[in-house]
């Protein structure tokens, strides 16, 4: 099979790293990919979805995967399959459920979808009187694609009229801030769960947990994650049984009766609260680092899944999973995420350990080649990835590894996992 991923991150790295292990795959393609995705395919320099579609026609690839929600929220996946070319992702209409959290929150309302109260509004007036009624925190979210940044938990009534005040106005993201959702806050702990559907039926992965703030023990900013593990204990099979029925299974449902059938990876932002899950929010992708913690626990080639869900043929797979951990550890960059740092060469110190080196990888970001150097182009720049039979041991072996990437300014937690052990 000839496969072309869509995007750059570690994510999208992940991804390939499993299909170049894959027997079914022959040529593997990134557009755009990364310094580091090059050692596990060919990077194509194409943005443009028509001039993709040409490249596709012309390579004969056999199968797409759009790793961002950018893409999809524009309608990639609509674009390649009007010119009939198989492609794993939701198209335009049901990837709204990443594109408006209106559109979101109305449709978990109407479906009987555990979430948040909440209400919408474009009206500041409606806004700050809802908001008067609310106890603190409050949760103020911008409707549109904010690059992770549209959510603010607000510590008093006055920062949230604030909050609402700056995104009504567009002073804070613009277009995407035109509508508000104003929302309770759910006291809780958090998964991330992730369905590969095929627009009927559904495959749940081991659940994840994400570390969305900078420093250890969950404080400082907000982040795309600092680290992830899975699977999380803080799961039982309870709890995905009802996540099955109450969730994921409506959720299907109801799309397909909105006339918006949902092919792809449904992200669902889970706040479990007195042991019920509570959804937080749904992305129509792979989260990033999670997705990197759970390639690797992938057993069926990954080739297989994607395929099968893209071409709604799911109830012919029978998916395993390896019986183990992985513990994935962000390294970011010295100014991470408030700014741009300096390009910085990336060292890595040979891993002598063969234990290590066995069950140990690194998932390349926000990396760039030059003369066969790689250098950290700033963010998120890689994950360190540990593998083993307990959560402790795939954790002191992604920290080992931590151990031996160096460059300029690195940084990253050291308690990733910490709620699981
Ligand atoms: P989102 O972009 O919707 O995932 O929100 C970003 C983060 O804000 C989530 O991962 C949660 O940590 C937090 N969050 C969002 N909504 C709520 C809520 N209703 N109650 C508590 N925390 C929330
Ligand atoms: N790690 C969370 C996300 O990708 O949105």
Redesign the pocket.
């Known amino acids: 099979m000839d496969i072309l991923i869509i995007g750059s991150g570690g994510r999208e790295y992940s991804i390939g790293l499993a299909l170049s292990k894959d027997q079914a795959v022959n040529k593997l393609y990134f557009a755009p990919g990364n310094g580091a995705t090059d050692a596990l395919g060919k990077n194509i320099d194409i943005t443009d979805y028509q001039q993709l579609v040409g490249f596709a026609k012309q390579n004969s690839i056999d199968l797409t995967i759009v790793g961002p929600e950018t893409p999809l929220v524009e309608g990639v996946v609509d674009i390649f399959q009007s010119d009939g070319l198989v492609i794993f992702g939701p198209g335009k209409a049901a990837a709204r459920l990443e594109g408006s959290k209106v559109y979101m929150k109305n449709f978990l309302a109407k479906y009987s979808i555990p979430t948040?109260q909440y209400i919408q509004t474009s009206s500041a007036k409606e806004a700050l009187s809802f908001i008067q009624t609310l106890k603190t925190p409050i949760?103020v979210?911008a409707d549109g694609l904010c690059a992770?940044k549209?959510?603010i938990?607000a510590q008093s009534i006055d920062e949230a009229n604030d909050a609402v005040v700056k995104m009504l106005s567009g002073e804070s993201f613009g277009d995407a801030g035109s509508k508000v959702i104003i929302?309770?806050?759910?006291d809780g702990y958090?998964l991330s769960m992730f369905a590969i559907c095929d627009g009927k039926d559904f495959i749940l992965l081991p659940a994840a947990q994400d570390h969305?703030r900078l420093k250890n023990n969950d404080e400082g900013p907000?982040t795309g994650g600092m680290g992830a593990y899975a699977p999380t204990p803080l799961a039982h099979d309870e709890l995905y049984e009802k996540v099955k029925k109450r969730i994921i299974r409506p959720t299907l449902d109801g799309m397909n009766q909105e006339k918006a059938p949902f092919r792809g990876v449904l992200f669902i932002?889970i706040?479990v609260v007195e042991n019920e899950p509570i959804t937080?929010?749904f992305n129509v992708r792979f989260g990033d680092p999670e997705c990197e913690v759970l390639m690797p626990l992938m057993k069926t080639p990954a080739s297989e899944l994607f395929y099968k869900a893209a071409t709604g043929d799911l109830h012919n797979l029978h998916v395993e999973f390896e019986d183990k951990y992985a513990v994935g550890v962000v390294i970011a960059s010295a100014n991470y995420p408030y700014s741009t740092s300096i390009p910085a060469e990336i060292v890595v110190d040979k891993i002598v350990h063969k234990e290590i080196a066995d069950n140990t990888h690194i998932s390349y970001a926000g990396v760039k080649k030059e003369d066969d150097i790689l250098y950290a182009t700033g963010g998120r720049v890689l994950v360190c990835v540990g593998m083993g039979a307990s959560i402790k041991e795939a954790k002191d072996r992604a920290y080992m590894l931590c151990g031996q990437v160096h460059f300029a300014g690195k940084k990253f937690r050291t308690d990733i996992a910490y709620q699981a052990l």
């Open positions: 948040a949760v979210k992770g549209g959510v938990i929302e309770e806050y759910l958090e969305k907000n932002g706040m937080l929010e």
